[in-house]
């Protein structure tokens, strides 16, 4: 997702970010073929709001950072 940061923090800027983080997120997944449709929309919510985070001025920033943990500790804390 690094690759569609500028587009990412340019979404993050609208009222509607959320929604379009979301759809934005599921056809990501939607490409890799994970799971079902309702699976990739429940995870795309997810990421969203693992991927969205408030400064200490309450503005939403992009920190795809929380993605590499959630992985890590999906494979129970080890290293490939």
């Known amino acids: 997702m690094e690759t569609f940061r500028d587009g990412i ?3 993050l800027k609208q ?10 997120i599921t056809s990501q997944l939607d490409r890799s073929s994970v799971g079902n449709e309702k ?9 969203a709001d693992i991927v969205v985070v408030k400064d200490k001025d309450g503005n939403r920033e992009y920190r795809p950072e929380g ?11 080890e290293d490939d």
């Open 39 to 47: 699976e990739r929309k429940v995870f795309a919510d997810k990421m």
């Open 67 to 77: 993605l590499i943990v959630a992985a890590f500790m999906a494979k129970g804390g």
């Open 15 to 24: 009222d509607n970010y959320k929604e379009m983080l979301v759809k934005f």
């Open 9 to 11: 923090e340019a979404m």
